[in-house]
């Protein structure tokens, strides 16, 4: 079974991530969040990550209240999260391109 981006909402957020997990916060009107999409899709199905980690994807308009929670300053916002530990993948210095798939893996 390939991986699959959930939908992360107010209503399912885990009190722990049990499984390592990365998260991308974003929103439609985003034109970077709307590039990365395609790469993170394509990194969640390498066979690689398949059962290693759990990716989700938060609309942040639909549920700010996750926004909130993990004190983004932007988006597109990546994280890894894994039991209580949530650690932001940095921003690419080049904000035009904005993440690339070889920031996201090398992170």
Known sequence: MKNKIHELTFENFPKQF????VVLLSKKTCYLCKNLKPIYREISLDEKYKGAYVFYN???EKDPFIYKAFSADGV???YVAVDDDIIEVPYPSDEKSGYTKESIISF
């Open 58 to 60: 938060v609309d942040i």
């Open 18 to 21: 049990e499984v390592p997990s």
């Open 76 to 78: 597109p916002s990546l």
